[in-house]
Every structure is written in structure tokens, then in C-alpha cells.
């Protein structure tokens, strides 16, 4: 009963949703009884749709198995929070969650007020129909309120065990968070076009947004990478796998669209690249959903295959790009482009960065799609794998950070004051050398490119320190996100490269009681326990490890579970300030001997340390916002 | 005005060879970074260089799974040519003897060295190019 009413909110929710658009239509966008009449109509929408969604939660959390996808997805056995997270632990549920954050941000564009009801209101009208088409996709391709008859099974087929995961549980949501919220900048500019009034200053109205949705996005692709690292057991932090390169891709194009957003508001230049790249970020947003549910591309994430989904949203995606290229050619006249960027300004090193940002997008845009035409045109399976994109991205990055430090002592709107001094500059530089020069006296041979990249990321952090310092004995004012941010880049260039030269890992043959050395790491394998749980059987092996005088436990495991006969690996890690100890166990041999791995992975926490000092500076962002407007 | 054209005319020329330029190295880039996906069949019939990286995707073969110290040996069939894999490390949960397996490595003297082992995270997993045999 309660899955048929669910069911039929959400049907209602589309009809008001199709309404609100219509309403945007035809009735007089600038006058205010039009906006309030609009208004409501998309937050009764909102409000029936999340409301089915709650419904939704409480057939999860009552174990309601004559919802085929619940009894396909969730366990009676399951603690309430992964019956919860269940939810999107596969494509219906994930897409209604999808649209659920994107009416979300709706709804919260939609409670704030805005001068120009004209823009506000087709903004609304835009997001409507696009969440309509979701819905549409949700109800008549992936519906999740499909009823098993004549009986419900008696209990559920249980979550992947790999899922039941609280970081996994918060990263899919905080993921598509992001993805959706570049509806609202999106929304906005093509508003702004058919509105078509240059004096508009829309950039400076969806910064927030946008900074906020980009924090999502960076919060959600680094807690991928942390359950990736320590739950399938590889140890490795990326793996350059098609669907994390899809939101590797937005997260470059927000991040290209941040930096030229703020430069359109200090000097007005720009706009029409800001336009584009607002239609770019969301559009990537939407292939990354393409890419993860239509299965086209072999992955181990992809979920199910099904070549009409793949087409409904390919489908969608193309409308919404022709319509939206469309107005943005049509309405190129609106810029004249007299207004030029002088060179060596802080615009024309943000403008070029840009430009590297594209050159990534595209060639990661190339990796995912090549395998594709390969195959078409030479009948060849082909994959593009870690070497390429590592031949990318190594000397984009290092040219892109030489002028992110070029532009730290350049002005807005005038070249750089060749005889100004760089004595800041050079000190950094200096210091970097010297700590590149201890660094290979440690670490003894390293190739060219990562001693680059371990200088540049020296180079900006030391940069930014000297920056922070010499604004404070001035009483200058310190634009701290953007310090904050950009040390975070520097940190992360200096961890990853740290990371892949100095990481190394072996495989031992133990039994019980043999102790083996590994880079002065002593480990004895002390003892093997099975364990019953309540929703599997563990073997548990415990190892003493001794190194620089110190002991600690580890306890990796090897575990079966019950419902799905599922084996799985539990990794043991020992943090310790630079590294980590990462042990893991396999099978069992003939003779008794158990096969260990044993991993040291250098600076891994200072790889999400810096993604999280990315994403603290732009909280601070919209804080300095808000305490602005108010 | 006239030196207005052209001048433009100069950067948009300036800018298509620019990206031109970018792409072609992009797609340099792609073709010398390519893994290629054989069978064990079609790996014996087309010569592969020992320097270009592969991976070979078919059924660890029933019986043919041998470990010594710390590398595991088996081999990888497409129900018609089977060929000799051997690896140093972990491999994943879900290997096992008559299931799907993607290796990625060298090839070295009719051998594949492996530097990675896959098996999908699904126990119905069967590699794409085995799926119509």
C-alpha cells in the first residue's frame, strides 16, 4: 500500500513539475504574482517528490520485499543504516536519489529571492523540465516501485558485502550532490541568455552555488578514493577506471569554471567562455551518468546493462546539449569582444590554466570514449590504461602550476611589474631546491618528471607560506581560499609524486609462528582465528609487526558472507605519520602457508588531506559570500 | 580596421593549428599507451612485440592453477588455445579455477608475465569476447 502511494507521489510530483515549466511558459515572468503562483507550484512538486522518497526510506527500513528492487537490494540481517543506504547501492534507487538532491537544489535556488524575477523564474522553468525528464527516465525505464507478485519473498538477496561500507554509504550521495548542483549555474546562464540583457552580472549570482556544488564533488571523488584504498585491497588510491575519470572530468571543468567565474566578475572579460563552460560542467555532470548506468563501458562499477536506459539518456543529454549550444550561438551577438586580456595579468594565467584544464578534459574525454571507435573502426578490443593518462596529466599539471605561481605576483588587469620585486619568489624557489636536493639525497635516483613535480609542489607551498607571512607583518589582506586551496594542490602533486616512487610492497608465504623482514619491518604471524558473525564466517589472521621500536597488531581477514556466498577481503593498516603499513591476506596453500601482502604506501593520507583543504576553502568561499550579502 | 582583420585573422589561424597541434600529440599519446585485449586464440596468431603491454581475458583453465614461493602460475583458455600466465602477488577473491579472469602483462617467450590480475566483482562474469562461444 504505502510502495503504490510512493509510487504515486512521484508520478504526481512529475505532472506539478510539467506544470511549473508550463507556468513558466505562459504567464508573465516578470510580473510578481506569476513568481509566487511559480514558485509554489515547484515546491509542491519538491515536497510530494521528497515525501515519496521518504516513504521510500520506510519500505527499506521495514523490510518491505514486495518492492522487487528493496527485496533484490536490502536484508532483514542488516543493521537500519545500510537498509538505508541500500537504497543506492544500485541504478533505480541511485537515479531517484539523483533527482531527488536535483530537485533539492531547486528548491533551495527556488526559496532564495532574486532582483530579476524575469531570470529567476525560467531558471526555475529550465531546471523543472530537466527534472522531468529524469523522472520520466526513472518511472517508465528504471522504475524502483515495481511489486513482486503474487508474493513477496520471505527475505531480501542482501547489499554487496564490499558496499556495507559507511564510506561508501555517504560517497554516492555526496558525489551526486555535486554532479546536480551544476543545474543551478546552468539553469542561470541559459536563463541569462534568453533573458539577453549583457548588463547581468550572473556569474557573481550562481559563485555560490556553483563553489558548493564543486565541494561535493571534491568531498565525493576523494571518499571514492579512500574506500577504494582500503576496501578492495589494491592499495592504490585512483586506478584511472572509466567511471572515476567521469567525475574526474566535471570536477576539472567546475574547477576551470570557478577560477573564470571570478575573473568575469573582476574585469568583466571572459563571459562568453564562462557561458560555455556552464553548459560544459553539466553536461559532463549528465555523461558521467550515462557512462555509470548505460554499462557501455566495461568497468567495475558499471551496474547492470541496459541498452534502453543508455539510449533514453543519450537521448536526453544530446536534447539538452543541441537546445543549450543553440541559444548560446544564437545569442553570440550579445558580447562584442573589444574587451581584450593583457598579457601577463592575473587574467591571462587564469585564462591559460583554463586552457590546460581543457586540454585534460579533453584527453581524459578521449581515454573513456577511444576504446569505443578503436573497436568500431579495427573490430579490436582495445583499454586505455594508467600510462596514458600519467602521460597527460604529469606535464599539463607542471606547466599549469608554473603559471598558477607565475600568477601569485601578477595584478588584475595589467602585465606583471618586470621591475617589482620577486624577492618572495625567489626565496621560495630557492627553498624548493633545497628541498628537492634533501629529498633525492633520501630517496636516491628519481626520474625527471617527478623531481619536477616534487619541486613545483614545493614550490607552490613555500610560495603561498611566504605570501600568508609577508601579509601579515604588512597587514595585507590574505585571500585565504584561494592560499588555503591552491597549498592543498601543491600538497597533493608533492604526495602523489612522493606516493609513486617511494611506495613498495612483496608477497610472503607464512605460516603461523614464521616471522619475515621487510624494510625494517619485522612480522610475525601470531595467530588464526575463525569467527562466526552474524551475517558472515571470517578468518582472521593476527601479525605482530615491529619496526623503529615500536609494536602494534595487525588483523587482516578474509570473510564469507551468508546471503550472497560472497568472499571478501578486510585490509589491516597501521597509520603511521608518513606511511602506511598495509597488510592484506590471501588464500591458503597446499603446504599450509598462507599468501600476505605487505604494502608501505608513502604520503596517502596527505593525498586526501589536500582534497580536503581544497574543499575546507571553498566552504570558506561561501561563507565570505553569505556574511557579505547579509 | 583592415590590420583588425587581420590580426584576427592571424589568432584564429594561430589558434586551429594550436589545437590541432594538442590533439594529434593527444592521440599520439593514446596510441603508444594502449593496452590491446586478446583471447589466448587470438594472441597466438597475431605477432605481439614483447614490449607492448596486453591483456588477455578467457577462463582460468580446471587443474591448472600451480603456486611456488610467492608466484602463482595458471593458464587461460578460450575453450580452443589456452596460454601459460604466472604472477607474483595476491589475486583476488573471486579467482578461481573455471571462472573469468583478465590478466594485464607481458608477453615473454610464449608467456604472459602478469602485472595485474582481475576478476570482476561478479560471480557471473564472463569477458565480453568469450560471451558468444
Avoid: C
Avoid at chain 1, 539510449?311 to 551577438?333: E, P
Avoid at chain 1, 628541498?435 to 625527471?448: E, H, Q, S
Avoid at chain 1, 595585507?476 to 610492497?505: D, F, M, Q, V, W
Avoid at chain 2, 589466448?40 to 612485440?49: A, H, I, N, Q, R
Amino acid at each position: 500500500m504505502i510502495a503504490e502511494i510512493s509510487h504515486y507521489l512521484s508520478i504526481l510530483s512529475t505532472a506539478i513539475f510539467m506544470l511549473t515549466f508550463s507556468l513558466v511558459l505562459v504567464l508573465d515572468r516578470s510580473a510578481s504574482h506569476a513568481t509566487l503562483l511559480i514558485k509554489r507550484s515547484y515546491s509542491h512538486a519538491f515536497i510530494l517528490f521528497l515525501i515519496s522518497f521518504l516513504l521510500y526510506v520506510y519500505l527499506a527500513l521495514t523490510d518491505n520485499f514486495s518492492v522487487s528492487y528493496i527485496a533484490q537490494h536490502s536484508n532483514s540481517l542488516l543493521p537500519n543504516f545500510y537498509k538505508v543506504t541500500s537504497i543506492w547501492s544500485a541504478h533505480e534507487g541511485s537515479m531517484f536519489l539523483w533527482i531527488v538532491f536535483l530537485s533539492l537544489w531547486g528548491f533551495a535556488f527556488n526559496l532564495h529571492n532574486d532582483s530579476n524575477l524575469n531570470v529567476k523564474n525560467l531558471s526555475i522553468g529550465i531546471i523543472s523540465i530537466i527534472i522531468v525528464g529524469f523522472q520520466l527516465f526513472l518511472l517508465v525505464t528504471s522504475n524502483p516501485f515495481e511489486i513482486v507478485l503474487p508474493f513477496a519473498p520471505e527475505n531480501g538477496a542482501d547489499i554487496n558485502p564490499v558496499l556495507q561500507d559507511p564510506a561508501l554509504a555517504i560517497h554516492p550521495p555526496t558525489l551526486y550532490l555535486g554532479y546536480v548542483g551544476f543545474v543551478i549555474p546552468f539553469a542561470y546562464s541559459l536563463a541569462f541568455l534568453i533573458n539577453g540583457k549583457k548588463s547581468l552580472d550572473w556569474e557573481k549570482k550562481v559563485k555560490s552555488w556553483s563553489v558548493m556544488a564543486w565541494v561535493f564533488l571534491t568531498i565525493g571523488i576523494s571518499l571514492g578514493s579512500w574506500w577504494a584504498y582500503y576496501e578492495l585491497g589494491w592499495g592504490g588510491y585512483w586506478f584511472w577506471d572509466p567511471v572515476e575519470n567521469v567525475a574526474l572530468m566535471p570536477w576539472l571543468a567546475a574547477t576551470a569554471f570557478i577560477h573564470s567565474l571570478s575573473v568575469a566578475s573582476k574585469s568583466n572579460v571572459l563571459r562568453i567562455w564562462n557561458l560555455l563552460l556552464s553548459i560544459i560542467v553539466f553536461s559532463l555532470s549528465l555523461f558521467g551518468a550515462f557512462i555509470v548506468r548505460s554499462g557501455i563501458i566495461d568497468s567495475i562499477h558499471s551496474f547492470a546493462n541496459d541498452p534502453q536506459r543508455g539510449m533514453y539518456l543519450l537521448a536526453f543529454i544530446a536534447i539538452i546539449l543541441f537546445v543549450s549550444l543553440g541559444l548560446f550561438i544564437s545569442r553570440f551577438s550579445m558580447f562584442d569582444s573589444s574587451k581584450n586580456i593583457k598579457s601577463l595579468s592575473k587574467e591571462s594565467f587564469i585564462s591559460l590554466n583554463n586552457i590546460f584544464f581543457g586540454v585534460l578534459i579533453f584527453s581524459t574525454m578521449m581515454g573513456i570514449t577511444y576504446p569505443l571507435i578503436y573497436e568500431l573502426l579495427y573490430n579490436q578490443k582495445i583499454s586505455v590504461g594508467a600510462p596514458f593518462y600519467n602521460a597527460i596529466y604529469a606535464p599539463i599539471t607542471i606547466l599549469a602550476t608554473i603559471m598558477l605561481v607565475a600568477s601569485i605576483d601578477s595584478k588584475w588587469g595589467r602585465p606583471i611589474d618586470m621591475k617589482g620585486s620577486f624577492s618572495m619568489l625567489y626565496i621560495s624557489l630557492a627553498i624548493s631546491l633545497i628541498g628537492l636536493i634533501a629529498i633525492g639525497y633520501f630517496v636516491g635516483n628519481m626520474p625527471f618528471i617527478i623531481m619536477l613535480s616534487i619541486f613545483m609542489g614545493l614550490v607552490i607551498i613555500f610560495r603561498y607560506l611566504m605570501l600568508i607571512i609577508s601579509n601579515i607583518v604588512h597587514k595585507k589582506y590574505t585571500n585565504t581560499p584561494s592560499a588555503l586551496a591552491h597549498a592543498g594542490l601543491g600538497l597533493l602533486i608533492l604526495s602523489i609524486s612522493a606516493n609513486s616512487i617511494l611506495s613498495s610492497e612483496k608477497v610472503f608465504n607464512m605460516k603461523p609462528n614464521e616471522i619475515r623482514e621487510f624494510q625494517n619491518i619485522t612480522i610475525q604471524f601470531s595467530e588464526l582465528e575463525l569467527l562466526n558473525k552474524s551475517n558472515h564466517d571470517s578468518i582472521r589472521a593476527t601479525f605482530s609487526l615491529n619496526t623503529e621500536g615500536k609494536q602494534f597488531y595487525l588483523s587482516p581477514e578474509k570473510r564469507k558472507y551468508f546471503a550472497r556466498g560472497q568472499i571478501t577481503s578486510e585490509t589491516a593498516i597501521k597509520i603511521m605519520p608518513l606511511k602506511d603499513i598495509y597488510l592484506t591476506i590471501g588464500e591458503q596453500l597446499d603446504n599450509g602457508q598462507w599468501v600476505i601482502n605487505v604494502q608501505l604506501n608513502y604520503f596517502i593520507r596527505f593525498i586526501w588531506l589536500s582534497a580536503a583543504m581544497m574543499a575546507l576553502s571553498g566552504l570558506i568561499i561561501i561563507k565570505n559570500i553569505i556574511r557579505r550579502r547579509a | 580596421m583592415k590590420t583588425h582583420r587581420k590580426k584576427r585573422l592571424i589568432n584564429v589561424l594561430l589558434l586551429s593549428f594550436l589545437s590541432g597541434a594538442g590533439v594529434l600529440m593527444v592521440l599520439y599519446a593514446l596510441n603508444s599507451n594502449l593496452d590491446y585485449f586478446f583471447t589466448p586464440s587470438e594472441l597466438l596468431t597475431e605477432e605481439v612485440p614483447s614490449n607492448r603491454r596486453v591483456k588477455v581475458g578467457g577462463m582460468v583453465q580446471e587443474g591448472s592453477v600451480r603456486r611456488e614461493d610467492s608466484i602463482i602460475s595458471f593458464t587461460i583458455t578460450d575453450y580452443s588455445k589456452t596460454i601459460d600466465v604466472s604472477y607474483t602477488g595476491i589475486v583476488p577473491d573471486l579467482f578461481k579455477e573455471g571462472s573469468g579472469v583478465v590478466v594485464l602483462g607481458y608477453l615473454n617467450n610464449g608467456k604472459v608475465d602478469a602485472e595485474k590480475v582481475l576478476a570482476k566483482h561478479d560471480e557471473n562474469y564472463m569477458p565480453p569476447a568469450l560471451q558468444d562461444k
